[in-house]
């Protein structure tokens, strides 16, 4: 039981000190029994700092040491390390958070150093019953598993794959590119997206370290750091790959068609098909509610033509088991659907139009073959871009969606380009035009004659339907019933608008995957108050997780534009990567711990544990724990009615003197 | 001078300590009373926890852990929210009010609720006032803890 305890107060400037008497509380550690010395330091986590710290541990042989300082989830590992250089054992440290969660959050000085006094008792008592602990080491399988092949998660893997990790890339769509494959040209440089995304979609596609398993869902994570074993449902795609050709002649014959997911709707594709022309793999699948023959059983079209008889009905899903080391989560975003807006006439008004529907409209490989026309094939004489559709909105989404200003500038661009005649207005809220390129890009659009409105476009109505509805005087002259009228108030004016146009594009909101709340509890991430999933820390730990091993890259975790989702790739892989690297990492001492001679053997702790890591000895007839399986919850610890299992670093020795400690002022 | 009640929260290590550490970062002023023992999650906290804390002193005890489904060990929560009905039925044969007990799901970003459930919580317990002194005699004084 140690009892030349050390204990130091940091200030952290004024952080701690501006509002908690640290030379009090240093005072009044030193009178707690057990402690020999009791300082403050400006900043304990500073090197020298550290070095304080480590200099007494040598000097006057202390054996354990409390830190009254930020939270231990920012800084326990540095004074565990900083212990452990010193010869004394990092579990015989204590953090007292004094910090997070007394200077910052008290009002009154005098409250906030009495609360630091009681966080202080207690690690102290804690500390005296500190047991010195041995890290346990665990081989890190050298692979990587990537969840989601849009351009994040192509990033990560061929990041991960060019550094000679083998990677599985799992996307659930019949091809990887994701959204940006969608998309026609780029803010603010106007790259045709193809152009730069196909390449690395072949690359990741063809990359001898990449398993690429399209068509295919995560079904199941068990494991931890180091070894994930991860069920990958194979959908049953009724094409046999290996023999497939790719020749395409099965999809010219199908009879049969469907809406295009790819094309947003606005166009058909087969029965049998490739989402679009560069599909990575660049072969096709069955859709089976649109195959007659999967439903009716009749038909075999492609059967027939097919000369690698490759088409094979009998498939069924199957499940692929991977051991992986560490995972990327690159799951993406999800546009919000405009319906939930009904005031701006999505679903109801043909002229209105989402923003991935103006994407393939413009897009030379699209349902219109790049002709900007409305849906029924007139040239828009005026279009009416309205901004934050469902972003910035108390009523849908709080947050900024960060890229439908940019994209917004872009649409005005290319509408200007290809219809010089069209008037095209810009209905925003503010312009938020931040990176690189954005504002210049911005200032651009201004001298081409773009039409800004600061003002939120706020409804749209159809030309027949405002006709009949407000009175001759206020309908827009030459105003015709196929049209629409977007009303919005002009802040700068202060006047309320009625805009006819002949088009609206609506820039719907980035949104959380419908499932990101099942994923995240799939792979133990969290997720933030928007829904996306949550960094560990949002500026120093931007693509690592609570769950260690396991990253986030992209709009997964936020929207955000290409470049900084490419950024966030690369971020993650190289955050993956040097976990890999290091060969074997040190997982956490805090075991449970069935002592022999207290298990009556009830068998009540077997059923509890989620890791299947307590097995029963039929003929001792006791309880043990698989210690390479325990992860310290101490789930069991609580329920064990002879108290005979110990929660190593957190047993009732530990907790009851840290409540005493809490309540002894 | 009003009643200052002492409060022990149980939080987790994963959700509420996270949130209550974010409530931090966010600089948001809440009540001083609650002081808290980070366990790793809200299933460790053994029923003997709760009655140690009214032992020492404390007027009531809130614990915290993340959301049902959201368990960063699976399900430890739900083993938490199990024992509670049959711990509150325990303390109420010993003469405290169920109100001196909380359990609440706060996750790690759920900054601003932990500031709103400590304030709540503070304001229920001062209006229960202090714990009787003769049940918190009648608790026993020694735990029967053998780890």
Redesign the interface.
Known sequence: MPYKIGVYVCHCGTNIAGMVNVEEVADFARGIPGVTLSRTYKFMCSDPGQALLQEDIRKNGLDAVVVAAC????HERTFRRAAQEAGLNPFLVQIA?I????S?????KG??T??AK??VA?AVRRAREHQPLEMRRVEITPSALVVGGGIAGIQAALDLADAGVQVVLVEREPSIGGHMAMFDKTFPTLDCAACILTPKMVAAGSHPNIKLMTWSEVEEVSGFVGNFKVKIRRKAGYVDHDKCTGCGLCIEKCPYKADSEFEQGLAKRKAIYLPFAQAVPNKPIIDKNACAYLKNGKCRVCVKFCEAAAIDFTQQDRVEEVTVGTIVLATGFQAMDGRRIPELGYGRLPGVYSALEFERLNNAAGPTNGVIQTRDGRAPRSVAILHCTGSRDENHHRYCSRVCCMYALKYAHLLREKLPEARVYNFYIDMRCFGKGYEEFYKRLQEEGVRFVRGKGAQVWGGAEWKAMVPAAAVPEGLEDHQLVVVAEDSLLQQVLHVPVDMVVLTPAFEPRFDA?EV??RF?V????DGFF?EQHPKLAPVST??EGVFIAGACQGPKDIPDTVAQGSAAASKALSLITRKEIEIEA?TAHV?DE?CSGCRTCIG?C?YNAITFDEARKRAAVNDALC?????C???CPS?????RH????Q??S???G??SL | MSFEP?I?GFLC???T??G??L???S????A?NV???????S???????VL??FR???DGVLLGG?HP??C?????NM?TLR?IPLLKRLLKDMGIEEGRLRLEWI????GERY?RVINEFVEQVRALGPLNLEVRKALPKK?????
């Open positions: 939270s231990p989830l920012m958070n910090r997070e969660q007394c910052w959050v008290t009002e009154g409250a906030a009495e609360k009681a966080l207690a709340e995240g509890r133990l969290s997720r933030g108050a949550l609570t769950n805090t002592q207290l509890l989620p992860k310290g919850c101490g789930t610890v609580a329920a108290s005979a299992i110990l929660a957190f047993g009732d020795r907790i009851f840290e409540i005493e809490l309540l | 002492k022990v290590n994963w959700c300590y996270t209550a550490d409530a931090g970062t600089r948001m002023k809440y001083p002081r808290v023992v980070r366990v790793m999650c299933g460790r906290v053994d029923p003997t926890f140690k804390a020492e002193g404390a993340c489904g959201d960063h060990y699976q399900s430890g083993k024992r996750s790690a970003s759920e500031q735990s029967q803890a053998t780890a």
